[in-house]
């Protein structure tokens, strides 16, 4: 039988007093440390009476998630969820870094959610007052979900170009000997300094068409055009990308900035899935052009 993986690490105490202050100033009582499982203990619970119920949060504390430690943070709280004799309603992860990943999160417990400590900051401190909902400009659904989610859009785009700027830079610093080694560089550079520039494009159409500054056209052929680069590198790479873990890991976050924005699809999330267990399946080689499909 599969044991979770146990943490090995305190969680940052500051960072656990300041959120249970700030859940405990939104009248939550707040519990230090209870076991959820056999295995884990959970760093802080937040119980708070709403529409007559009992609404309880069970929470983690992580420095930084990445490529490497994500899957075992979201087991460990899959696990909780599924054994503790609490009723949870939502299971929350707050890290205190930048977290780019978003496409780790697909396909485990909706009731599991992360959070960048800045958001959550703002999303625990603002005061809730009623307002008028804007009415939406979008058409489709990836300006839709531009609309929604531009926040989350323009963080998960910078974290990817750090990566790809991170590539760059040790691309340039090869100096192969071989005609056929130097050619692969060039080729790999171009590719990733193109999917950066379109990546740039969209991060600003997306601010643009949420300020009424850019058509709705542009957003949607901005982001069909990185899909396309994605959906190139694939067809070119595809056994590069399943066998080294700096291209898998652009990959993952190439499809976690496609899923923000609804431009993603069942088989590319699989893949990505699949690259972050560290359980590629023979046959996800087989996939080929009908990996993302369109995008509207």
């Known amino acids: 039988m599969k044991r979770t993986k146990k943490r090995t690490k305190q969680p940052d105490k500051a960072l656990q007093q300041e ?3 700030l859940l405990y100033g939104r009248g939550y009582d707040i519990t230090m440390g209870p076991l959820m ?3 884990h203990r959970a760093d802080l619970v937040a119980r708070r009476k709403e529409a007559g119920r009992l609404h309880t949060i069970a929470i983690d504390f992580e420095v930084r998630l990445n490529f490497e430690n994500i899957r075992a943070a979201l087991e460990r709280a899959t696990d909780a969820l599924k054994n503790t004799k609490l009723s949870l309603d939502e299971y929350w992860i707050v890290v205190s870094g930048q977290f780019s990943n978003i496409v780790a999160a697909r396909g485990f417990d909706k009731r599991i959610q992360i959070f960048e400590i800045e958001d959550l900051r703002e999303k625990l401190s603002r005061q809730v007052k009623p307002s008028k909902a804007r009415s939406s400009r979008a058409r489709t659904t990836v300006g839709k979900a531009v609309e929604a989610s531009e926040k989350e859009i323009k963080l998960a785009i910078s974290g990817l170009i750090l990566q ?3 590539k760059l830079d040790k691309l340039g610093d090869d100096r192969p000997n071989s ?12 590719d990733l300094e193109r999917m950066k520039a379109e990546l740039e494009r969209i991060r600003e159409l997306v601010m643009a068409f949420n300020k ?10 901005s982001v069909k055009t990185f899909k396309d680069d994605i959906q190139h590198w694939w067809d070119k790479e595809h056994d590069g990308l399943l066998t080294s873990a700096a291209k898998s890991t652009l990959f993952v976050s190439s499809v976690g900035v496609l899923a ?3 431009a993603d699809t069942p088989t590319a999330i699989a893949i990505a899935g699949a690259l972050i267990g560290g359980k590629v ?3 996800i080689k087989k996939v080929g052009k009908k990996m993302l499909g369109g995008v509207s």
């Open 164 to 166: 790809i700027d991170e």
């Open 212 to 221: 009424g500054k850019a058509p709705e056209k542009d957003v949607v052929q």
């Open 281 to 283: 399946i023979k046959t």
């Open 260 to 262: 923000l924005m609804k």
């Open 19 to 21: 959120v249970g202050h």
């Open 37 to 39: 499982s056999p295995s």
């Open 179 to 190: 005609e056929d080694a130097r050619a692969k560089i060039a080729a790999d550079t171009s």
